[in-house]
């Protein structure tokens, strides 16, 4: 519970801060759907190479997982594949449609086969997957509000989706289901 109030808080007060000094400060930051794709990509292959997206640790003996094991070559080659297909769809309503079944897929995969919120002698949440997942999270709902809603959700909406998204997986989800 501790490393995601510490993880959300840090990237809250970022976003807050970029959201403030671009608002205020006349700097015009804009950051367009298809930054986002990109910046979603890169954090998928991050995750891919640091086992970070489909690690299945959990208890107190945490083994490093292999890069080429079927579940992490399997499920990040999905979403990337996703992804790829929602970046160069050719119209709104497909691109809509392979984002949605990409956010449903990376949520489900994240409550039923998710590990690592359950680790070490005090069974608590790992930082670094904690990070990784929420900034993961943060970013795909920042693509929804872009894909879906034309860029009406506010930052703080973003963030605490996030946030009760990710609190559901410490609390309720911690164990991989399958």
């Not at 490093?64 to 119209?91: H, M, Q, T, V």
């Not at 392979?98 to 005090?122: S, T």
């Amino acid at each position: 519970m501790i490393p995601l109030l510490f993880t959300s808080t840090f990237l809250l007060m970022l976003g807050f801060c970029l959201v403030w000094v671009s608002k205020y400060m006349q700097l015009n930051l804009e950051i367009y759907e298809t930054t986002g794709f990109k910046v979603l990509i890169a954090w998928i292959v991050l995750g891919f190479f640091t086992t970070l997206d489909n690690t299945h640790a959990s208890g107190c003996v945490v083994l490093g997982e292999s890069i080429l094991a079927p579940r992490n070559i399997l499920f990040s080659a999905c979403s990337l594949f996703l992804i790829i297909g929602a970046l160069k769809a050719d119209n709104r309503k497909k691109k809509q449609m392979l984002f949605g079944v990409e956010l449903a897929f990376w949520i489900a995969k994240l409550f039923l086969l998710k590990g690592g919120y359950v680790v070490g002698y005090g069974g608590d949440p790992d930082p670094v997957i904690v990070f990784y997942d929420l900034v993961a999270l943060l970013i795909r709902l920042f693509i929804l509000g872009h894909v879906l809603f034309g860029n009406q959700l506010s930052f703080f909406k973003i963030g605490a989706t996030a946030f009760i998204i990710i609190l559901i997986k410490v609390l309720l989800f911690s164990f991989p289901w399958l």
